[in-house]
């Protein structure tokens, strides 16, 4: 069997794509991988004449051939001669199904009346596919098969935990809260005085969250902020050398990330991986929490990796929301940069924890390595989560369902559903956890083992790859798209 697959996103780019839309498509299929190649002899195609033309030769040879694009429905290629099966994941409780600009693709029942079949990263959103087609297509929900690439840093018995202290490698930007000399104080007095006294400092309107300080005005707020950063900076340059953070917060281009060094962290350590432009994630939610769980306690650290390609996008709302948190004595850790998989693998091992606190999860990869890792985790139980999160192996998190809109629909209708976020519930799981890992370690122990356990029978090579490899097999046997879909499904009713 010849695969060919595709993603928007390439390994040449993908530096510079970090919280670009569909960014994260790009890790779905190189972790697919693995278990393709177990299946066949696999080809990643950049371009349609690509496909069309490696698909003629192959299928002149007699070889099957079949095109994955990993990509949500409505980017997937169509009318293709090539079987093509589309790859996506979805955190919404219904489906797209509206034309919307003209383009009949935006309605996936289009898409998916038009190709041969449908992988879905969770059980939920199959269900939905299936109902949506009448059970006349073919699709299965299969997990990114992680657990072998992450197994080496977890133990069938379980890790102890570890408080003492552990490093990470890491060459981008820290952003490290005890030594910028956070205060709330600036953020309450009349701007006249600070607007006198300091230099302007440009700083784009869009990345200043007005919401984040309602008592000024946003130009009061960006002289204000400015003014917090420029106190930071002097804070910063005072510090010893070792203890500095390489955070360029003035009107200076940033530098080329530096060679990596190595960050020390101890005690409990909760880490998150986010994208700060999707507000599904909640991630001011998570570190109001965290400071709040923690404000008298210093030997717990949340370190935060942003996975965006522009600092001054989230920077002046983390440093504003730390300062309307300060004071603390916990540790926030925000971390801006390419983590390469060895830094990335030893950022696990160093962690005590991961934390997820969404409205809602397409599979959440990050969240499933660390639990490969045999990390325990802080967590929701629903959308793609729900599939393999339980009570042995995370602190679950309360939600409850709210009108939204799908994220790419232009117009703004409330089709569908996300989990609100029960904040105090991610609050007291914080602290709960905390006390396992400093009191309990026999029951963090045991977490850990199941972790491990768990994803190894849920998200291995092994178990993704034999249904897999039977469902692209029942692709092909059906052959060309069946001309009846449209009207089975009823499209346009």
Same mark, same amino acid.
């Given at each position: 069997m010849i695969i060919l697959i595709s993603s928007?996103?390439?390994?040449?780019?993908?530096?510079?794509?970090?919280?670009?839309?569909?960014?994260?498509?790009?890790?779905?299929m190189?972790?697919?991988?693995?278990?393709l190649e177990r299946i066949g002899t696999v080809i990643q195609v950049q371009s349609r004449d690509e496909i069309e033309s490696l698909y003629a030769s192959y299928h002149a040879q007699?070889?099957?051939?079949v095109f994955i694009s990993v990509s949500p429905p409505h980017q997937t290629p169509l009318d293709l001669k090539c079987p093509t099966v589309t790859l996506f994941a979805w955190e919404f409780d219904t489906l797209p199904?509206?034309?919307?600009?003209?383009?009949?693709?935006?309605?996936?029942?289009?898409v998916f009346a038009n190709s041969s079949g449908a992988i879905t990263t969770s059980k939920e959103a199959a269900l939905l596919v299936n109902e949506a087609m009448k059970g006349l297509f073919p699709v299965i929900p299969l997990p990114a098969p992680i657990w072998d690439r992450y197994a080496k840093l977890g133990a069938p018995d379980g890790w102890p935990i570890a408080l003492g202290e552990r490093q990470f490698p890491f060459a981008g930007i820290v952003i490290d809260s005890p030594i910028l000399g956070l205060s709330?104080?600036?953020?309450?007095?009349?701007?006249?005085?600070?607007?006198?006294?300091?230099?302007p400092v440009a700083a784009p309107e869009q990345t200043v969250k007005s919401e984040l300080v309602p008592r000024l005005s946003l130009r009061a707020a960006l002289h204000l902020s400015a003014a917090l950063l420029k106190g930071w900076w002097t804070e910063i340059n005072l510090a010893p050398e070792s203890a500095r953070a390489i955070v360029p917060l003035l009107d200076e281009p940033l530098p080329e990330p530096p060679e990596p060094r190595h960050v020390t962290v101890s005690g409990v350590v909760y880490t998150t991986v986010l994208?700060?432009?999707?507000?599904?994630?909640?991630?001011?939610?998570?570190?109001?929490?965290?400071?709040?769980?923690?404000?008298?306690?210093d030997d717990v650290t949340l370190i935060v990796k942003m996975t965006h390609h522009d600092l001054e996008h989230y920077r002046v709302a983390l440093m504003t929301l730390l300062s309307r948190l300060a004071p603390f004595r916990c540790r926030v850790l925000v971390l801006?940069?390419?983590?390469?998989?060895?830094?990335?693998?030893?950022?696990?091992?160093?962690?005590?924890?991961?934390?997820?606190?969404?409205?809602?999860?397409?599979?959440?990869?990050?969240?499933?390595? #660390?639990?490969?890792?045999?990390?325990?985790?802080?967590?929701?139980?629903?959308?793609?989560?729900?599939?393999?999160?339980?009570?042995?192996?995370?602190f679950l998190l309360k939600c409850s369902p709210e009108p939204t809109c799908w994220p790419h629909d232009p117009t703004g209708m409330l089709f569908t559903h996300r989990h609100r976020l029960n904040w105090q519930s991610l609050m007291e799981a914080f602290r709960s956890s905390y006390q396992v890992a400093r009191t309990n370690p026999a029951h963090y122990q045991g977490m850990s083992r199941d972790a491990y356990q768990h994803m190894q029978a849920f998200a291995s090579?092994?178990?993704?790859?034999?249904?897999?490899?039977? #469902?692209?097999?029942?692709?092909?046997?059906?052959?060309?798209?069946?001309?009846?879909?449209?009207?089975?499904?009823?499209?346009?009713?």
């Open positions: 928007k996103i390439s390994q040449t780019d993908i530096h510079a794509s970090l919280g670009k839309p569909e960014y994260s498509y790009f890790f779905l190189k972790d697919f991988l693995p278990a007699g070889e099957a051939v199904s509206v034309a919307w600009d003209g383009n009949p693709q935006n309605d996936w029942r289009h709330a104080d600036g953020l309450v007095r009349k701007p006249e005085p600070v607007e006198q006294a300091i230099e994208n700060p432009a999707d507000g599904r994630k909640n991630w001011i939610d998570l570190v109001t929490a965290f400071c709040w769980a923690f404000k008298n306690t801006h940069g390419f983590l390469e998989d060895e830094q990335y693998q030893a950022l696990i091992s160093a962690s005590s924890y991961y934390v997820n606190a969404s409205s809602g999860e397409g599979l959440c990869l990050p969240l499933m390595e #660390f639990l490969a890792s045999a990390k325990p985790v802080i967590a929701p139980n629903h959308t793609a989560m729900a599939d393999y999160l339980n009570e042995r192996v995370a090579v092994a178990q993704v790859s034999e249904p897999l490899h039977a #469902f692209l097999q029942q692709v092909l046997a059906v052959g060309p798209v069946p001309q009846s879909r449209d009207t089975a499904r009823g499209l346009g009713a």
